[in-house]
């Protein structure tokens, strides 16, 4: 990892689905007024884009496109999560197209913020690890969650199932791992307002950010 700069830093965030780390990481964006790059919206973005569309149709034909001819992501999804052989590869293919475009739009994003003056950058991606994207960030917080509470985040806000959560984090690394690639955890077992107080004591011990 780069080495922290005091003037400007790029803070990730890695966790379990569920995990409550897009909850943690926007806390602390509204709070310290540090821009945030959302990874899921930069994937819905790459999307949208044209090439990313046709290559996507090539492979995968039309069906996983909806009535306004844009990528339907669910139709998308049932084709690439899961553990299976085919599910497998038309993973790594989908991924192929998608990481390149994501990242070029994450550098983008985090330029743009130095140019203008901030402090820092918050990156929440939760395959960031995964992808090497890792390299960007001078550090990188872990949010722990127990599996019934994430389970039950997911089951509230995307309606998921135990088997969903299940075969989302199979196409990832596992917990255990992604928290060894981490400098620090942050326990988001219990109350959420405990949980940011420990996330602000370490930016402002790490980086100064108050």
Not at 71 to 87: F, H, S, T, Y
């Amino acid at each position: 990892m780069p080495q922290t700069d005091s003037r400007f830093a790029v803070l990730g965030f890695v966790g379990g689905v569920g995990s409550g780390k897009s909850t943690l990481s926007r806390m602390l964006a509204e709070k310290l007024s540090i821009p945030r790059i959302d990874g899921d919206e930069l994937g819905h973005q790459v999307l949208k884009l044209k090439s990313v569309r046709d290559q996507l149709t090539a492979i995968f034909g039309s069906e996983i496109l909806n009535e306004q001819g844009e990528i339907d992501r669910p139709a998308l999804g049932m084709k690439v999560w899961g553990e299976d052989n085919p599910a497998l590869q038309n993973r790594k293919q989908l991924e192929q197209i998608v990481h390149p475009e994501i990242k070029n739009l994450m550098q983008q994003q985090i330029d743009s913020a130095r140019e203008q003056g901030a402090r820092g950058v918050l990156l929440d991606a939760a395959v960031m690890l995964e992808t090497g994207w890792g390299h960007v960030c001078d550090k990188i917080v872990f949010i722990e969650t127990s599996q019934k509470q994430r389970l039950q985040n997911v089951t509230e806000s995307r309606n998921w199932t135990l088997e969903q959560l299940q075969k989302r984090e199979q196409s990832q690394w596992s917990l255990e791992e992604k928290q060894r690639h981490c400098d620090v955890t942050i326990d988001n077992s219990g109350n959420l307002n405990n949980s940011f107080q420990q996330l602000l004591n370490y930016v402002e011990h790490t980086f100064g950010w108050l």
